[in-house]
């Protein structure tokens, strides 16, 4: 099993910066790959970024990129998100991932095997 909390979340003015984090626990954090996925409401959960297990591959969806930034710390089982140059359209709730797959690091929603709770996210225009 594995525990995921996300933090960092609010309310930010377009063109601000947030830098949201996920903290795991419960298995070996640098075993798995990891990813973030938000979703507005009425809309499907949609990819945004997502983490190779050692953190030397990343891939994001084409709305973020240029813009956010993933990274994680093994050492401190976290991985975060640094969301610059915000857009109202950026609003949604923000969810991280972990894929237990090796090598993966995945755009797909299936492909992650845990979830966490969610934090939200609120850019005004």
């Known amino acids: 099993q594995v525990q995921l909390v996300e933090s960092g979340g609010g309310l930010v003015q377009a063109g601000g910066s947030l830098r949201l984090a996920c903290a795991a626990s419960?298995?070996?954090?640098?075993?798995?790959?990891m990813g973030w996925f938000r979703q507005a409401p009425g809309k499907e959960r949609e990819f945004v970024a997502a983490i190779s297990q050692s953190g030397g591959n990343t891939a994001y969806a084409d709305s973020v990129k240029g813009r956010f930034s993933i990274s994680r710390d093994n050492a401190k089982n976290t991985v975060y998100l640094q969301m610059n140059s915000t857009r109202p359209e950026d609003t949604a709730a923000y969810y991280c991932?972990?894929?237990?797959?090796?090598?993966?690091?995945?755009?797909?929603?299936?492909?992650?095997?845990?979830w966490g709770q969610g934090t939200q996210v609120t850019v005004s225009s």
């Open positions: 991932a972990a894929d237990l797959q090796p090598g993966a690091y995945s755009r797909s929603v299936s492909s992650y095997d845990y």
């Open positions: 419960g298995r070996t954090f640098s075993y798995y790959a």
